[in-house]
T-cell receptor, first 113, second 117 residues
Framework: DSGVTQTPKHLITATGQRVTLRCSPR?????VYWYQQSLDQGLQFLIQ???????AKGNILERFSAQQFPDLHSELNLSSLELGDSALYFC????????????FGNGTRLTVT | AQSVTQLDSQVPVFEEAPVELRCNYS??????LFWYVQYPNQGLQLLLK??????LVKGINGFEAEFNKSQTSFHLRKPSVHISDTAEYFC???????????????FGKGTKLSVKP
């Protein structure tokens, strides 16, 4: 158990809809990262937050947004969903902004129909 | 920008045989390297990491990897695999450039290791 909790585990929704994925980092970890894993693109970094502030953006679409709350949990919002957004979305955390290993949750599998 | 190439998408091997999963990276700055394993329907679990010091690093489950700066490689090895090692393995790199990447991991596309009895 990595200590990173993601909910829900599975999500099935229709095109055009909006969903929210939730992540609770390991106790004491201030940095949260979101990754998307798909068959064609592999693991892609989306966005990073540190102690409530956005710190880095990767290949995140404008239809996607995220935030980190004062209790350090994070939410990834995906809107105007398309079939191609179907993927496994991972959250990961680490204590700070150093290069210590990331600890991953078990992911949320999103299926857009 | 950094990138990671895992040369083999699938590696089939018999139980108790040795295995090497290849990883090459490109970066214009110093890097930190990681290997993660992903079992079916699970998240990624850290196998081992290279941050500094000895270029031969040992990880969990009997795996080890060697950092070769001149060849920009970080190949993963295990002398004798088990059925339970069947999983997907990801090589990842990050840099020490705190002003930019903030330690974000760049992953390779993964290598599926299939251990057969």
């Amino acid at each position: 158990d990595s200590g990173v909790t993601q909910t829900p585990k599975h999500l099935i929704t229709a095109t055009g809809q909006r969903v929210t994925l939730r992540c609770s980092p390991r106790s004491g970890d201030l940095s949260v990262y979101w990754y998307q894993q798909s068959l064609d693109q592999g693991l892609q970094f989306l966005i990073q937050y540190y102690n409530g502030e956005e710190r880095a953006k990767g290949n995140i679409l404008e239809r996607f947004s995220a935030q980190q709350f004062p209790d350090l949990h994070s939410e990834l919002n995906l809107s105007s969903l398309e079939l191609g957004d179907s993927a496994l979305y991972f959250c990961a955390s680490r204590p700070g902004q150093d290069n210590s290993p990331l600890h991953f949750g078990n992911g949320t599998r999103l299926t857009v129909t | 920008a950094q990138s990671v190439t895992q040369l083999d998408s699938q590696v089939p091997v018999f139980e108790e045989a040795p295995v090497e999963l290849r990883c090459n990276y490109s970066s214009s700055v110093s890097v930190y390297l990681f290997w993660y394993v992903q079992y079916p329907n699970q998240g990624l679990q850290l196998l081992l990491k290279y941050l500094s010091g000895s270029t031969l690093v040992k990880g969990i489950n009997g795996f080890e990897a060697e950092f070769n700066k001149s060849q920009t490689s970080f190949h993963l090895r295990k002398p004798s695999v088990h059925i339970s090692d069947t999983a997907e393995y990801f090589c990842a790199v990050t840099t020490s450039n705190y002003g930019g990447s903030q330690g974000n991991l760049i992953f390779g596309k993964g290598t599926k290791l299939s251990v057969k009895p």
